[in-house]
Each structure stands twice: as C-alpha cells, then as structure tokens.
C-alpha cells in the first residue's frame, strides 16, 4: 500500500523560509513523479511545483517559480520543497502527489501559515 507522508509545515511570517518534505512507502522503484500541490480556504487546490524524477525535469506554477525550489531527496522516493520569500498568499495546506501512470496517491497535507 503506497502511503505519502509530508513533514515541515508551520507558521512564519512574510519573507521567511521553510522546507518540507514527503517520504512515500510501499514502493518498490524510486523514480516516480512526484510533486506538491496546495489548497488555500474556499479555493480548489492548485498546482505548486513537481519532479519528473531523480535528476529529471522540474516544473513550477508562475506563483511560486524563483522563491520556491523542489528537490528530490537522498532516501528513495523523497521529495523537498524549499519555500522562500514565503507570502501570506502562500498560506495553505500543501499535498504531496505521487504518480504511477495513470494512478495518483496523495498525502494528508500539511500546514502552512504566513503571516503579515
């Protein structure tokens, strides 16, 4: 059963940095395409940044491109979203995405606030 589980959410304020994480199990391969969505309050949720895999093409929303940086991680089927100059636009719950061809697995999301 594959499970994502996302890490390093939170509350900052405007211009300060966080990174998070996502850790997927129940794979056996790691080098699938991974990415992080988001969903702010009474908005659908959006697309924010995604890896084709390890060492492959990565890809931004124009919102975020040049503050926010996505990588994947040293552990098999990791993936890192570095966020910078955070905004308080940027405020909402992120998801990680994992994809295996025609199916989707996602995260239970995390957390993040900035504040003004």
């Known amino acids: 059963q594959v499970q994502l589980a996302e890490s390093g959410g939170g509350l900052v304020q405007a211009g300060d940095s966080l990174r998070l994480s996502c850790a997927a199990s129940?794979?056996?391969?790691?080098?699938?395409?991974m990415g992080w969505f988001r969903q702010a309050p009474g908005k659908e949720r959006e697309f924010v940044a995604a890896?084709?895999?390890?060492?492959?093409?990565?890809y931004y929303s124009q919102s975020v491109k040049g503050r926010f940086t996505i990588s994947r991680g040293t552990a098999k089927n990791t993936v890192h979203l570095q966020m910078n100059s955070l905004k308080p636009e940027d405020t909402a719950v992120y998801y990680c995405n994992l994809k295996i061809i025609t199916r989707e697995y996602w995260g239970q999301g995390t957390q993040v606030t900035v504040s003004s």
């Open positions: 129940g794979l056996n391969m790691g080098n699938y395409h």
């Open positions: 890896s084709s895999r390890p060492g492959g093409s990565t």
